[in-house]
């Protein structure tokens, strides 16, 4: 067991929850989600993505999302971009942190990068003292790290490999992404050895969808590996427009619910992050939330 007491959660749900989704949501309701969700608690939103807006229109308006934001003392404004050109667009819209995607398979970094894993660790050393002299914040975000829609599994030894070439780049923090939703306790545990294994230094992160029912079991694990930031999605909304089958975040409800009853401090307000989910669902979103909490209500039952 880890000494962790303290665990941060990354929102996620304007940016990886509706890149995929096939709802288009305005402007005015992404900024109003992202307030909602520092109302109730959250000091890290990932608020826009600077990808091309073809290939994702929902993103399409990432520097009218970015501009209508306020400025709020403690609160980080991370960012997500693929290439030079959109790390450089999210450092001139006023990103503070810009999470630099790099995967752990060649098949997938092609359709979703289009460019091989080598070239996008070039681009990432190109940009990222572009990032540090800009005073932002650098994570990179290894992508398929437990397993790949064309190519089945990943061998630890390539997220080991692909760690190493990130590494180089002197980044803030390392993200291991399970972007189908494929991992287990084990994977989690033996993955995120291998990567400490090689830094010890690292600040490291973790991103579980929930497509195979397995991510509250994965934090669980991460968190007794000594792992405290994971990213979470209100309403259990996402999914990948590069992967198949690739289904929602884990739901920021839950994995707050399950923090709390273990004893963990996150400094979110449950009751304000419901509220927040149903309104993105049933008001935004026009369905049900698909976490589990929403469903059955926190216990114990408030008064």
């Not at 073809?54 to 209508?68: G, I, N």
């Not at 909304?237 to 707050?256: R, S």
């Amino acid at each position: 067991m880890s000494d962790v007491t303290e665990v941060e959660l990354v929102e996620v749900s304007a940016r990886d929850g509706l890149q995929n989704d096939p709802v288009a949501v305005s402007t005015a309701h992404k900024v109003e989600l992202i307030e909602r969700a520092v109302a109730a608690g959250f000091r890290r939103v990932e608020v826009a993505s600077f990808v091309s807006p073809k290939r994702v229109p929902q993103m399409a308006d990432a520097e009218a999302v970015m501009a209508a934001l306020p400025r709020i003392d403690a609160v980080v404004w991370s960012t997500l971009a693929l290439n030079t050109k959109g790390v450089e667009r999210a450092i001139a819209a006023g990103a503070d942190e810009i999470n630099f995607v790099v995967t752990c398979s060649e098949t997938f970094n092609q359709r979703n990068q289009g460019c091989s894993i080598a070239e996008s660790l070039a681009m990432l050393a190109e940009m990222a003292p572009l990032v540090r002299s800009a005073g932002k914040r650098l994570t990179v975000v290894m992508s398929t790290s437990f397993g790949c829609p064309f190519e089945g599994e990943v061998p630890v030894a390539r997220v080991v490999e692909v760690a190493l070439g990130a590494l180089e780049a002197r980044p803030d923090e390392l993200s291991l992404a399970d972007t189908i939703g494929v991992a287990v306790p084990s994977d989690v545990i033996e993955r995120v050895g291998a990567v400490r294994a090689i830094s010890t230094e690292i600040a490291l992160r973790c991103h579980f969808h929930n497509t195979r029912n397995t991510a509250i079991a994965n934090i669980v694990a991460a968190l007794d590996v000594g792992v405290s930031s994971f990213d979470a999605s209100l309403a259990g909304v996402g999914g990948c427009p590069f992967a198949p089958a690739a289904t929602g975040n884990v739901a920021t409800e839950d994995v707050a619910y399950l923090l709390a009853r273990m004893g963990y401090e996150t400094g979110l307000d449950l009751g304000a992050l419901l509220e927040a989910a149903r309104w993105l669902s049933d008001d935004v979103l026009g369905r049900p939330p698909e976490s589990a909490l929403a469903k059955a209500g926190p216990f114990p039952r408030p008064a």
